[in-house]
Structures are given as C-alpha cells and as structure tokens.
T-cell receptor
Framework: DVKVTQSSRYLVKRTGEKVFLECVQD?????MFWYRQDPGLGLRLIYF???????EKGDIPEGYSVSREKKERFSLILESASTNQTSMYLC???????????FGPGTRLTVT | DQQVKQNSPSLSVQEGRISILNCDYT??????FLWYKKYPAEGPTFLIS???IKDKNEDGRFTVFLNKSAKHLSLHIVPSQPGDSAVYFC??????????WGAGTKLIIKP
C-alpha cells in the first residue's frame, strides 16, 4: 500500500526560525513534490524533484529550499520563517511517468 | 492567472441525490485531468482521472465528463453519500507531470 509520511502534523514556530519539514515515501517513487495549501488558492507547487540530488523550482519557491539526499526522503526548509508562511504543507510522490500523485497527511505550520 | 478554475467554493446536496462538481481550464495543452478528494487534516487522495482522448470515464459512483471544446470538466457522484462530504480538487497537466490545481469545492452532503 502506498505510504507517504510527514514528520509532524502540527508545528508552531517563531518568526525568523529555521524550519525543517521532512517527507518520506516507501514506494520507491522517483518524483517528489512539496505544495502549500491555502484557502481559496488550492495547492501551489513550491519545489519538486525527479531524482536524488535533483530539484526544480515550482510556482512559489521564494523563502524555501529543499534537499533530496536519498530517493525516499524529500525535505522542505524554511530558512527564516515568516508569518506569511503559515499554511498547510503537503508532500506528494509519484512513480516514473505516472501522473497520479500520492499525498502525505500534511503539516499544519503556524508561524507567530 | 488561474489556469484551472473551480468557481463554486461550496456545494450542498441532499443524501441520495446527484452531486455535480465543475471545473474549467484555460490551457488547451492540458491533456490529462484528475479529481482528488480531501478530508480535513488529511492529504488529498486520488479519485478519478480522464485523458483528453476520452469524453467520459466511470468508476462506480463517480463519473468524470470532459468537454474539450468548452474546456470544461465535471465530476458526477451518484448517489451522494455522507462520506462524500469533503473538499474536491480538480487538477490538470500537459504531461510534464506537474499538476495545476483548482482552488477546490467543498461538498456537503445533507442527511
């Protein structure tokens, strides 16, 4: 069964803190994605990766970076958290040329 | 500029009746469309998809219709059940494996 896990369900951080969000998939998927979901805006792509050590910017990469050192793990980093980064963060993965993405449960991040 | 639009933020339907969720797109290069369902505090789960070479795809109670000339697709749920209450997202791609998402429609099934 397809499984994508995210390190935290809820996270509260202070402005200026460095924040790490971890995502792990156990399906040997090549592709991994980080989105943020905000009311009325749907899902917006932050970064994605098609292979280990490879990353591509999505639609809203500003203020974020990513790391993919192993195939199963894709990390999202907020270098200096700001209040406008308060959001639901969703990680997803997909296999090869298949389009369907499988999502983790999400991390609700609040920056105060 | 939103390439995928779900113009109804919410929809309320009586249990047992048909739910119709709509989605419009602007990019004629999109050739594959997906519907996802999302419960609160969970990630979206894949529901059903359709390729641009088809105009209909069915899976149990769920049917997706695609009208390429109108750049419109719809998801029909028949009959609607209480467990169908969720946010539904429409997504599209031009086969570069990146999905473009609509804003979502919250479906409420009334008992």
């Amino acid at each position: 069964d397809v499984k994508v896990t995210q390190s935290s369900r809820y996270l509260v951080k202070r402005t200026g803190e460095k924040v790490f969000l971890e995502c792990v998939q156990d399906m040997d998927h090549e592709n991994m994605f980080w989105y943020r979901q905000d009311p009325g805006l749907g899902l917006r792509l932050i970064y994605f990766s098609y292979d280990v050590k490879m990353k591509e910017k999505g639609d809203i990469p500003e203020g974020y970076s990513v790391s993919r050192e192993k195939k199963e793990r894709f990390s999202l980093i907020l270098e200096s958290a700001s209040t406008n980064q308060t959001s639901m963060y969703l990680c997803a993965s997909s296999k090869g040329v298949k389009i369907e993405q499988y999502f983790g449960p999400g991390t609700r991040l609040t920056v105060t | 500029d939103q390439q995928v639009k779900q113009n109804s933020p919410s929809l309320s339907v009586q249990e047992g009746r048909i739910s119709i969720l709509n989605c419009d797109y602007t990019n004629s290069m999109f050739d594959y469309f997906l519907w996802y369902k999302k419960y609160p505090a969970e990630g979206p789960t894949f529901l059903i998809s359709i390729s641009s070479i088809k105009d209909k795809n069915e899976d149990g109670r769920f049917t997706v219709f695609l009208n390429k000339s109108a750049k419109h697709l719809s998801l029909h749920i028949v009959p609607s059940q209480p467990g169908d209450s969720a946010v539904y997202f429409c997504a599209a791609t031009d086969s570069n494996y990146q999905l473009i998402w609509g804003a979502g429609t919250k479906l409420i099934i009334k008992p």
